[in-house]
């Protein structure tokens, strides 16, 4: 599942190329794609005509686009959820269908179209109100997901004392969506073996100086993502020209079990963690006697 860096590379990549045209017809192509707006297909095109996309807007792993026609306070939106193999394209209008497309949006310009392409159908679009939290319009769905490392309202101090009040792993802290937003098991794994912590580390033993390291290696390694595209493992992943990211190649733990760790040498270990995987260097990140599993 695309994790922050991905959902930005796509976010800026909409916002470059569609925002601010005024849409002339949205055509869905498979009602499952749409299915989180209740009124169904033909509301959701009659509801988008004529509408222009004003804004690109993320928190986390979720995006959405703003549209025109709204009162100051409040508003609605285009909520993208792209799922495990959603994808967000401009496309020439020319360009032949996609396999796997699900919803277009064509422009009163003529120009290249919007599409959601999806193979798996996990993911979706939908309208959703916009209600204004601390200061930030966000999508209903959105409202109760935290802040995340890049963006101008996210809280060190605050996310530091909360985390130091849970009793769990500093890895499952990293990814509660209550906590902080837009880490995945990849950015996880990468920004604990820079801080050098094991993924178990008690949140309860992580002193504020060590918070503050932490999440200063997150908001690097993402910013490192975002330079190389995002990390994609497949085809499924690209940006919105169709494009993969090339992170996977700096990666230095995360899917490298076996392989030697890029600071010390060491075989890098892999262990089961939450029906998934977690990648450490067993010297660089010692598992801790008081460990969370």
Same mark, same amino acid.
């Given at each position: 599942?695309?994790?922050?860096?991905e959902v930005e590379v796509v976010r800026r990549g909409v916002a470059e190329h569609a925002v601010g045209r005024p849409l002339s017809s949205v055509e869905v192509l498979h009602p499952r794609a749409v299915?989180?707006?209740?009124?169904?297909?033909?509301?959701?095109?009659?509801?988008?005509?004529?509408?222009?996309?004003?804004?690109?807007?993320?928190?986390?792993?979720?995006?959405?686009?703003?549209?025109?026609?709204?009162?100051?306070?409040?508003?609605?939106?285009?909520?993208?959820?792209?799922?495990?193999s959603?994808?967000?394209?401009?496309?020439?209008?020319?360009?032949?269908?996609?396999?796997?497309?699900?919803?277009?949006m064509r422009f009163a310009d003529g120009g290249p179209e919007l599409r959601f392409v999806d193979q798996r159908t996990f993911g979706g679009v939908h309208l959703d109100e916009l209600v204004v939290v601390d200061g930030v319009a966000l999508p209903k769905p959105v409202e109760h997901i935290a802040p995340d490392p890049l963006e101008p309202v996210f809280d060190l101090a605050g996310l530091t004392e909360r985390l130091r009040a849970r009793r769990t792993g500093i890895k499952r802290a990293l990814l509660d969506q209550s906590l902080v937003s837009g880490?995945?098991?990849?950015?996880?794994?990468e920004a604990l073996w820079r801080?050098?912590?094991?993924?178990? +580390?008690?949140? @309860?033993?992580?002193? &504020?100086?060590?918070?503050?390291?932490?999440? =200063?290696?997150?908001?690097? $390694?993402?910013?490192a993502a975002l330079?190389?595209?995002?990390?994609?493992?497949?085809?499924?992943?690209?940006?919105?020209?169709g494009e993969s990211g090339y992170f996977e190649r700096s990666l230095a733990v995360y899917g490298q079990a076996g392989e030697p760790c890029p +600071?010390?040498? @060491?075989?890098?270990? &892999?262990?089961?963690?939450?029906?998934?995987? =977690?990648?450490?260097?067993? $010297?660089?990140?010692?598992?801790?006697?008081?460990?969370?599993?």
């Open positions: 599942m695309p994790e922050l860096p299915r989180r707006h209740v009124p169904g297909p033909e509301d959701l095109a009659s509801r988008l005509a004529g509408r222009v996309l004003t804004a690109a807007r993320r928190r986390g792993k979720y995006l959405w686009l703003e549209l025109d026609g709204l009162p100051e306070t409040g508003g609605e939106a285009l909520v993208v959820h792209l799922g495990m959603g994808q967000l394209l401009v496309q020439p209008a020319d360009a032949p269908d996609e396999k796997h497309l699900r919803v277009r880490i995945g098991n990849i950015y996880a794994d801080a050098k912590l094991h993924w178990a +580390r008690p949140t @309860a033993t992580m002193t &504020r100086p060590k918070v503050r390291e932490l999440m =200063s290696a997150v908001t690097e $390694v993402m910013g330079d190389a595209g995002g990390t994609s493992f497949d085809a499924l992943y690209v940006n919105v020209n +600071r010390c040498g @060491a075989p890098i270990r &892999r262990d089961a963690f939450m029906n998934r995987s =977690s990648y450490s260097c067993p $010297v660089c990140q010692p598992k801790p006697r008081n460990a969370h599993a």
